[in-house]
């Protein structure tokens, strides 16, 4: 079980759209639609922003969108803003009730 | 609204056995559907998986953690722990108590707590 792959960092100008990849193995990603999406701001817990690969929570803004094709899953955020500078995290099913998360991305808006 | 709240000290030494506990409130813990677990972040670094538990009492570990790691569940006190034994200072980190809803990936998470591993 080897943590998902995601890029170390990702930065964008407000008002710009940036993607946030996720790349599995057919053992998770690409078996299940069971991915999650996850910010986190500094000292805060991680809060959920898409589950199910492209399901939005009530609460969360439209302007985050969650997509997966084969083993790589996707969370676009577009009209950046400042608050949306912070951490993500993926999360997916792994089978046999184990889940597993990528290694994180820090968005920098620029 | 759901609240967990997650207990324990925060300070262990090498080779001793860590213990947390998050008290659930604003829902109960036998709940239909959901799952009760841990997940850990080390300082500046990035969130691991540590396991989950239904409130029947079946558990699923990490199987990385799976030979250190024991959860438990009491109905009675709408409770859940984690055990961690052999702990080294690669254990130290951010230990956060989490609800899953069952199927989804939906995870909400408690505040976290900091548990440091050093002599």
């Not at chain 1, 990849?21 to 986190?40: E, I, L, R």
């Not at chain 1, 676009?76 to 184990?98: F, H, P, R, V």
Request: hydrophobic share 30%; with cysteine.
């Amino acid at each position: 079980q080897s943590a998902l792959t995601q890029p170390a960092s990702v930065s964008g100008s407000p008002g710009q759209s940036i993607t946030i990849s996720c790349t599995g193995t057919s053992s998770d990603v690409g078996n299940y639609n069971v991915v999650s999406w996850y910010q986190q701001h500094p000292g805060k817990a991680p809060k959920l922003m898409i589950y199910e690969a492209s399901q939005r929570p009530s609460g969360v803004s439209n302007r985050f969108s969650g997509s997966k094709s084969g083993n790589t899953a996707s969370l676009t955020i577009s009209g950046l803003q400042a608050e949306d500078e912070a951490d993500y995290y993926c999360c997916s099913y792994a089978g046999s009730y184990t889940w597993v998360f990528g290694g994180g991305t820090q968005v920098t808006v620029l | 609204q759901l609240q967990l709240q997650g207990s324990g000290p925060g300070l262990v030494k090498p080779s001793e056995t860590l213990s947390l506990t998050c008290t659930v409130s604003g829902g109960s813990i036998s709940t239909t559907g959901y799952y009760w677990g841990w997940i850990r972040q080390p300082p500046g670094k990035g969130l691991d998986w540590i396991g989950t538990i239904y409130y029947s009492g079946a558990t699923y570990y990490n199987p990385s953690l799976k030979s250190r790691v024991t959860l438990s569940v009491d109905t009675s006190t709408n409770q859940f722990s984690l055990k961690l034994s052999s702990v080294t200072a690669a254990d130290t980190a951010v230990y956060y108590c989490v609800r899953l809803i069952s199927g989804s990936g939906q995870y909400y998470w408690g505040q976290g707590t900091l548990v440091t591993v050093s002599s």
